[in-house]
């Protein structure tokens, strides 16, 4: 944990304006459990009703927030400062530089400088770990895989053979690069024949991976993740399939073989891609949504089979009105046929 900080400081290193006088800081809180000393923040609408109570002694807020009664940091962005605020006073776990004496090296690995490798951690022949790397315990890296600079690969990782990692590469708890892909030939007597998986999964730079998620090799070429992208925790990326950059996918999502996510798409949890098909830059897919099809660059689709956002919410409006409009169908059935009947009455007189 850092050192106090004055609020005029951390103005001036997150990019803020600070409004009222200068105190100091010593944590980021939450509005809800912030206390003196803690510096805490409003991005969502829905906790404004909180600043009144809050015991914090300063607030990040955005520019449109009506003036307060504590010292407040005003931005465009008060989510963006927050998390830049949080780095001030978070020190990530880092272990010290070299090779612990339960780890095994293969003589042919190439080690840069400052790399830390950990308790009974596996680095196999003719890998390449970049400066700076830390490989927590448990992790093992088959033979071939080559690993960027600065890149933070927790326990329980698996890198495969001839696997790519690029530079500043978080790979959290229990993932899993480079696992064959799903591919099988089906043989006349109704078996199986495996499809030798030869290809590579390749991660560019800035990437962050969530615990348990998995990236599969294809049969031939690459499977690829693009520099900046985010994928939360539990997602599946198949054989051949591609994720543009920047783009963020919530835990559980899951791509089919061959699925082309295009730069900046944003996919909700656990929506699924069949395979072959590609979405455009910027669009969005809410969380649960079947996709079948291709969808377009900036649209946004829902649902399972997903279509138009704006269209599935009018749907599922209705949807929640089917059982009375099936009354009132019935009811107006009931009254049709009576009049009916009335009618053939009238004629028999």
Not at 42 to 70: C, F, M, Q, W
Request: with cysteine; glycine share 14%; proline share 5%.
């Amino acid at each position: 944990m850092s050192l106090a900080m004055k609020l005029s400081q951390i103005a001036e290193r997150i990019g803020c304006r600070m409004v009222g006088p200068d105190a100091d800081i010593v944590r980021v809180a939450g509005i809800e459990q912030a206390g003196a000393g803690d510096l805490t923040f409003v991005s969502n609408r829905k906790y404004i009703r909180h600043i009144p109570s809050t015991r914090a002694s300063a607030i990040i807020l955005g520019e449109d927030i009506p003036a307060v009664e504590i010292p407040s940091l005003r931005t465009d962005d008060p989510y963006l400062a927050f998390a830049r605020a949080l780095e001030l006073f978070f020190e990530p776990c880092r272990p010290e530089p070299g090779v612990h004496a339960t780890a095994v090296v293969a003589p042919g690995a190439l080690l840069g400088p400052e790399v830390s490798v950990g308790p009974y951690a596996v680095v196999g022949e003719r890998c390449r770990v970049g400066a700076g790397t830390v490989i927590h315990p448990h992790v093992v890296l088959y033979p071939g895989a080559e690993i960027g600079l600065g890149c933070v690969l927790h326990s329980g990782v698996v890198v495969r053979e001839g696997c790519r990692i690029g530079d500043r590469v978080v790979l959290q708890n229990g993932v899993v690069v480079g696992g064959d892909g799903f591919g099988f030939a089906p043989t006349r007597d109704g078996a199986w024949h495996k499809i030798p998986q030869t290809g590579r999964a390749v991660i560019e730079d800035d990437v962050e991976v969530g615990a348990n998620s998995t990236i599969d090799r294809a049969a031939v070429g690459d499977t690829v993740i693009r520099c900046g992208a985010k994928l939360d925790n539990l997602v599946q990326v198949g054989h051949g399939a591609e994720v543009g950059a920047c783009s963020v996918l919530a835990a559980q999502a899951g791509l089919a073989g061959s699925t082309r996510l295009g730069r900046g798409v944003m996919v909700g949890g656990q929506a699924g891609f069949a395979g072959h098909l590609e979405v455009g830059d910027g669009a969005v897919v809410t969380a649960q949504s079947g996709t079948s099809h291709d969808v377009a660059a900036g649209s946004a689709v829902s649902g399972s089979p997903a279509f138009a956002s704006a269209a599935w919410l009018r749907a599922s409006a209705a949807f929640a009105r089917l059982p009375d409009l099936v009354k009132k169908v019935r009811a107006l059935e009931g009254e049709l046929r009576a009049l009916r009947a009335g009618r053939g009455s009238e004629k028999n007189s």
